[in-house]
């Protein structure tokens, strides 16, 4: 099963409105991580939010919040007041925190492209 | 600008060749992470360093080898390259072993003819 699911390749937005891109998340451990990071055509991977998972509160960063439902295992990135710099990809990554040595790389889902029309 | 420096930002090279892909951490990050990004494959986690030593291994080829060294810097080493090892190869950085926001770099472009 995949650990990170994104179900919307590609989503359009109208300028200075709101989007939401989905994520959904799978894990049997209880402490876990949750990221977004922009790709724009450029190539370079942008860390834009983190939350974590024994976070009580929604994370939020400028126009960018997380809506984190734990009990539905989902992580949503809303941005607020689109920009034509927004169109990019956009992944959603987990990093799980496990007992002992550990492993804490990111597992990345596929993305999503996000366009936003003028 | 994440503070993650990665050179070269492009490589083109032949199949068989070997090169090396070298990565600078944000000052004062201890972790360093290699990344692989393919087309098909996506992202994927290649190594984990932390201090100097290795922590984790994710799918990473044996003709792959990575090393950090005193001064934190990483550098990754790809041998007998194939095509199918073009890929966009990222750097990324933490201030802890298991803690913090991971900060990637540029990526270096590597294209095997």
């Known amino acids: 099963a995949q650990k990170i699911t994104q179900t919307q390749p590609g989503m359009f937005v109208q300028e200075k409105e709101a989007v939401t891109l989905d994520c959904t998340y799978d894990t049997s451990d209880p402490s876990y991580g949750l990221f977004w990071y922009k790709q724009p055509s450029s190539g370079e991977m942008i860390f834009l939010i983190y939350q974590g998972s024994y976070d009580q509160q929604n994370a939020t960063e400028g126009r960018y919040s997380l809506n984190f439902q734990k009990a539905r295992k989902s992580a949503n990135l809303v941005i607020s007041a689109s920009q034509l710099g927004d169109s990019a990809m956009y992944f959603c990554?987990?990093?799980?925190?496990?007992?002992?040595?550990?492993?804490?790389?990111?597992?990345f889902g596929k993305g999503t492209k996000l366009s936003v029309i003028p | 600008d994440s503070g993650v420096t990665q050179t070269p930002k492009h490589l083109i090279t032949a199949t068989g060749q070997r090169v090396t892909l070298r990565c600078s951490p944000r000052s004062g990050d201890l972790s360093v992470y290699w990344y692989q990004q393919s087309l098909d494959q996506g992202l994927q986690f290649l190594i984990q360093?932390?201090?100097?030593?290795?922590?984790a291994k994710g799918n990473i080829l044996e003709r792959f080898s990575a090393q950090q060294f005193p001064d934190l810097h990483s550098e990754l080493n790809l041998s007998s390259l194939e095509l199918g090892d073009s890929a966009l190869y990222f750097c990324?950085?933490?201030?802890?072993?298991?803690?913090?926001?991971?900060?990637f770099g540029e990526g270096s472009r590597l294209t095997v003819l």
């Open positions: 360093y932390y201090n100097g030593e290795e922590r």
């Open positions: 990554a987990m990093r799980e925190g496990h007992s002992g040595a550990g492993s804490y790389q990111l597992t």
């Open positions: 990324a950085s933490s201030v802890g072993e298991f803690t913090g926001e991971l900060f």
